[in-house]
């Protein structure tokens, strides 16, 4: 475990030497790193998956994933919550000489929470569309990538939120494929609103 340890504290401080070396790059890794840029381009992204398609059959799909994935993003916090109620990890930023580039959060620092919410939300998206689940992993994983390089997490905190969220999403799919037909109704009540097709 203490080898573990070792190699992701050196992996951290190999990635965020970057860190405090370019002003543009340094703002490049805070717009990513930083809890709003990614989260409201994920929000956006669900509203697209919503409306945007011009099939009724593709719209229908869309709104089925986005019910999915909102449950997916419940789900991965509660687990998150959960795990860190036995388990508490140390920031890099107390722990090793990192260049903080953003605010010190002070919850654990595994598994990531972010990383947990984004993946679930991505991998849940990525098993009912392809096309669109690509372009939510990859804010996933530039997100989380520069989360290592601001110094807030270690590169094992951001694979166990990877798993988090895999696990999650696999976990939600199951779910709603069973309860297919409670869903097709909740859908049908949102169209007497106009916010479902």
């Known amino acids: 475990m203490e080898t573990l340890i070792r190699i992701d ?13 370019l002003g543009f790059i ?6 990513l790193a930083n809890d709003y840029f990614i989260m409201v381009g994920g929000a956006l992204g669900l509203f697209f998956l919503w409306f945007g ?31 860190n109620i036995f388990f508490y ?9 990192v260049n903080a580039l ?4 002070t919850d654990s620092s595994f598994p990531a929470n972010s990383a947990s ?5 991505a991998f849940t998206i990525w098993l009912g569309n392809r096309k669109y689940g690509r372009i939510f992993l990859t804010g996933a994983a530039a997100h989380s990538v520069a989360r290592v390089i601001a110094g807030m997490h270690y590169p094992g905190d951001i694979a166990g939120g990877m798993m988090v969220g895999l696990a999650i999403a696999f976990f ?3 779910v709603f494929k069973m309860l297919k037909p ?16």
Do not use: C, M, W
Request: glycine share 8%; proline share 2%; no cysteine.
């Open 9 to 21: 504290q050196s992996l951290t401080l190999f990635l965020n030497h970057v860190a405090g070396r």
């Open 26 to 31: 340094d703002e490049v890794i805070k717009g």
């Open 53 to 83: 398609s011009r099939q009724r059959e593709g719209r229908r799909t869309g709104q089925e994933i986005v019910l999915q994935a909102a449950a997916a993003i419940g789900l991965t916090t509660l687990t998150v919550y959960l795990v």
């Open 89 to 97: 990890r140390t920031r890099p930023f107390d722990e090793i000489a």
């Open 102 to 105: 953003l605010y010190q959060p």
């Open 117 to 121: 919410v984004l993946f679930g939300l």
């Open 172 to 174: 939600t799919r199951l």
């Open 182 to 197: 409670f869903i097709k109704h909740i859908l049908s009540l949102g169209k007497i609103f106009y916010l479902a097709d």
